[in-house]
């Protein structure tokens, strides 16, 4: 299981010392939770900040974009060469074209499901996309409680993959930058409530990587609260 450490659980006055204090041995992505006050109703950070923490870390960048219009967002978010770009399939039309504008720039294509989307919304996106991002909250807040149904839709979600991995087996994958994950498969990502009380059940559930904010700030040793939730 692989943690990807939420910045929103700081505040940014901090940030440049807590991106210091993160050992890259530890934690396997910083997400970045961007909210443009009208997907959500909150408003986080943009382009510039994120630019600012890509040149502070070496750690690999996890992007997840709440922003409705995500075709005029996402492209600005390719400077800073993160390893993953998520969007939410909720706020476009167009999600296959997006796909694979991210992927010709060498970052791994995630589609966000907020928890009321239907799983079988991805279905025909399979072949164009590296990751599926199931949020276990509402998109907007840090600090919210995890939504048990989440551990169904990870399962489920597991063995729509899982089927359809096994009819393609032709698929094209070099395009998958990050060599720490099975690359055959797609990366199933949860957002959302995350602790150490129910990592464990995420885990069984096929789920690769899991973001956590409050949990791993509710001390000042966020390493060693993304060590707890690894074990
Ligand atoms: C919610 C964000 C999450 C959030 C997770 O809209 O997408 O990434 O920061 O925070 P916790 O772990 O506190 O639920
Ligand atoms: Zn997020």
């Known amino acids: 299981m692989k943690i990807s450490v939420s910045i929103l659980g700081t505040e940014l006055i901090n940030l440049k010392s807590v991106l210091q204090s993160l050992d890259p ?14 997907f959500v109703p909150q408003l986080s950070f943009g382009e510039s900040i994120a630019n600012e923490i890509a040149r502070a870390t070496k750690i690999p960048l996890d992007v997840h ?6 075709e005029k967002e996402v492209p600005k978010y390719f400077e800073m060469q993160p390893s993953i770009i998520s969007f939410h399939i909720e706020a476009t039309h167009a999600p296959l074209r997006l796909a694979q504008l991210i992927r010709s720039k060498n970052i791994l294509a995630g589609i ?10 991805v279905e025909p996106l399979l072949e164009e996309i590296d990751l599926v991002l199931l949020m276990s909250v509402e998109p907007g807040y840090y600090g919210q409680s995890f939504l048990e149904t989440s551990i169904l839709r990870a399962q489920k979600r597991k063995s729509m ?6 009819k393609s087996t032709d698929r094209s994958t070099d395009r998958n930058t ?25 885990k069984s559930a096929g789920v690769d990587l899991a973001v956590s904010a409050s949990y791993c700030f509710s ?13």
């Open 65 to 70: 974009l709440m922003v409705a219009d995500p």
């Open 112 to 121: 966000a499901l907020s928890p009321g989307t239907p799983l079988e919304s």
């Open 219 to 231: 001390t000042p040793d966020i390493n060693s609260n993304v060590k707890k939730l690894k074990a």
């Open 25 to 38: 041995q530890v934690v396997d992505y910083i997400h970045l939770d961007i909210m443009d006050g009208n």
């Open 178 to 202: 990050d060599k720490n994950i099975d690359k055959k498969n797609i990366i199933i990502e949860i957002d959302g409530g995350i602790s150490a009380k129910n990592i464990a059940r995420v």
């Open 161 to 166: 993959i899982d089927k359809s991995t096994d």
